[in-house]
């Protein structure tokens, strides 16, 4: 008897030591500690095996396995489900046929295994095979079937279940609501508690989604008092769901007051908060929310860094990207495809697309999203020939191109002249991929044909497009003819664009631009008479720059920043310059009826030139400047930022309502073509 005890208690001690090193991801200290145990039984093997499988060194778990004097039920079944969660379907299958005994667990198992690989129809077959079914099998086969979008036959086989249990009631409403079909399970949740069962944190977590989805605001208040009543508001899921529920409601102060309902440790919590304050606009409150949870170390997951990079693109704030970028390489997700992706956009959208393509380089196991990111990266800030590159690789990685990336192509050739390399990409997805065709390629096609002087045949297209056309197909070609000055095309552009929106801003300003250049006055006069009636305001231009996390803003002329004296003195210093190197103003692009001096003197303080001239006096001597602009750069703006580039010797990027422009010595990215 003392000698079982003895045996019992290091049996004990032994499961302890496995588990702790295991855990602690110390798994050769693990098998060195399992070496040294006289006489394992089948659960200390068993322990060691599944180490093996959680670390993926299968054949390491498969040989001890095989070591085993003698293989119960258990050991099998941890074996199976470690060649499943490795990736390795057809060594569970040798295993499962070669299983002498099996139990409603190892069925289960491999249903499971064949859901995870897409094999519907063989986990189905599996399921009728199986001699017993339990609960936890039928609940695995309508889990699965939810999961691939088989809604009727998880509904068919939850109604022919011979018992169900809470389990089986939350994979129903959970699986309705992830399928579109959230007022369907709002009904199931209703009927189960009708049937006086008591639901689990998992199940109201489940309807709280569903009411986050909807706004259901009514239903979401009383499913949050019955967690009180049932004691669940410390749940750590429940805290992330309300707080969810309420973000998407629109209902920010109470995501906070159930936030603070208690100090919160789980990542999972403060995800929810910082995405909730995202999807608000509060994109500063979800950096200090960021900051927050690194403080008291809780350390972010991929979900995490996602919502808050996506926060910095919004702030277009790359100073607090790149510290959020500095956490990610401490952590080792910075080759993560979400973490990687989320980088690759923020660098890009922040001007900086060098980085980005580094960042792409190093993602682990790119995904469409990681492609279409980069192609349209690049088409963004005008390197086409590096969009078409990372197409053809693409290709030759086996991934198939959707309607994204070839939106992403088409802005690539409309922004580097490509036209030939357009027509042949749009007639490619016309072609083999029609159902793909949507009016943003027809936009971009008719870009591209509009900026190469092709404006007929741009019109053209747009009166036989199969789709109807909206205003931003009609605005393109629109602005196509400001550019190429063709007075005829851009009044029944703008005559579509206004049946079509009467009050579109833009149409009204492009013909009036158009007729100013043309020095048709009165034409100019008279929509802005028509602008005025209808009530329709232009967007004024408006530019800026961050400095150390603040935005400081600029209008034309604009004399309200509290450092206007020295910006305006270095403009004229820039001025006086510009002329040494030959500049000339293009009066063409002052659209206003007065005197040539007047008009040198209001290009002379556009707002992307008073933007770059804070910059200089505020930032480093050689850092690049990068500017914002919500509307289109002008020509001669364009034309003297090259020159200040080459005066200052610095590389100024500048952003505007089409695409990133990179001036540098004294030329652009564009080649002047934008």
Not at 298 to 315: D, M
Not at 561 to 583: A, Q, R, T
């Amino acid at each position: 008897m003392g000698f079982m005890n003895y045996a019992n208690r290091s049996t004990l001690s032994y499961k302890h030591g496995l588990y702790n090193h295991i855990k602690n991801q110390r798994i050769d200290l693990a098998r060195k500690l399992f070496d040294e145990i006289p006489s394992p039984n089948s659960l200390l093997y068993t322990i060691m095996i599944t180490g093996y499988a959680q670390k993926g060194r299968i054949n390491d778990a498969l040989n001890l396995f095989e070591q085993m004097p003698v293989r119960d039920t258990i050991s099998w079944n941890s074996m199976l489900k470690g060649c499943l969660d490795c990736g390795k379907l057809c060594m569970a299958e040798t295993l499962f046929d070669k299983m002498p005994e099996r139990n409603v667990v190892s069925w289960t198992t491999m249903v499971n295994g064949y859901f995870q690989f897409g094999r519907i129809d063989k986990a189905k077959s599996l399921f009728y095979q199986m001699p017993v079914r339990d609960v936890a099998a039928w609940n695995a086969m309508i889990h699965g079937y939810f999961c691939y979008g088989r809604v009727e036959d998880a509904i068919r086989l939850f109604d022919e279940m011979p018992c169900r249990n809470v389990i089986s009631w939350t994979s129903m409403i959970g699986g309705l609501d992830c399928n579109g079909k959230t007022d369907e399970s709002f009904l199931v949740f209703k009927k189960m508690v009708g049937y006086g069962i008591l639901p689990t944190a998992t199940t109201l977590a489940c309807v709280l989604a569903g009411c986050a989805n909807v706004l259901d605001l009514y239903l979401g208040l009383q499913i949050h008092g019955c967690v009180i009543k049932i004691g669940f508001s410390s749940d750590e899921f429940i805290c992330a769901s309300l707080i969810t529920f309420y973000a998407n409601c629109k209902l920010i102060e109470d995501t906070s007051k159930v936030f603070n309902e208690k100090l919160h440790k789980n990542v999972v919590v403060w995800t929810a908060l910082l995405t909730g304050n995202g999807l608000n606009g509060k994109h500063e409150t979800a950096l200090k929310v960021f900051s927050d949870m690194i403080n008291l170390g809780v350390l972010p997951n991929q979900s995490t860094f996602v919502s808050v990079l996506n926060s910095c693109i919004k702030l277009e704030a790359i100073d607090h990207g790149k510290e959020i970028h500095t956490v990610a390489i401490k952590l080792g997700l910075v080759n993560d495809v979400f973490v990687g992706n989320s980088l690759v956009v923020m660098y890009s959208e922040c001007g900086n697309v060098m980085d980005a393509v580094a960042i792409f380089r190093k993602i682990d196991e790119k995904n469409i999203v990681s492609w279409n990111s980069m192609i349209v990266g690049s088409a963004q800030h005008g390197y086409g020939q590096l969009a078409l590159t990372l197409y053809s690789q693409m290709i030759r990685e086996g991934v198939d191109p959707d309607e994204i990336t070839f939106t992403g192509l088409l802005s690539a050739c409309s922004h580097s002249g490509m036209l030939q390399k357009g027509r042949y990409f749009f007639e490619y997805i016309s072609r083999y991929k029609p159902n793909e065709v949507k009016l943003q390629h027809f936009a971009c096609m008719v870009d591209i044909l509009g900026r190469g002087g092709k404006l007929e045949e741009a019109e053209e297209l747009i009166k036989n497009m199969p789709l109807k056309a909206n205003s931003m197909v009609w605005l393109a070609l629109l602005s196509s003819c400001r550019m190429h000055s063709n007075g005829e095309v851009a009044e029944r552009a703008a005559k579509e664009i206004l049946h079509l929106e009467p009050h579109c801003s833009a149409a009204y300003v492009l013909l009036s631009n158009l007729y100013a250049s043309a020095g048709r006055w009165s034409d100019v006069s008279r929509l802005r008479v028509k602008m005025k009636q209808g009530g329709i305001v232009k967007q004024p231009g408006c530019s800026w720059v961050y400095l150390k996390g603040t935005r400081h803003e600029f209008l034309s002329g604009d004399r309200s920043h509290p450092l206007s004296e020295k910006i305006y003195e270095k403009l004229d210093w820039l001025g006086g310059k510009l002329k040494e190197f030959g500049y000339c103003p293009e009066r063409s692009y002052s659209l206003h009826d007065v005197e040539d001096e007047q008009k040198e003197e209001m290009l002379s303080f556009h707002s992307e030139r008073l933007a770059i001239g804070f910059a200089l006096i505020t930032t480093v001597e050689g850092s690049t400047i990068t500017v914002m602009k919500n509307l289109r750069v002008c020509g001669d703006c364009h034309h003297a930022i090259k020159l200040i580039s080459k005066i200052v010797r610095r590389e100024i990027v500048v952003r505007d309502s089409s695409r990133f422009h990179h001036f540098r010595s004294g030329s652009c990215s564009c080649r002047d073509y934008w």
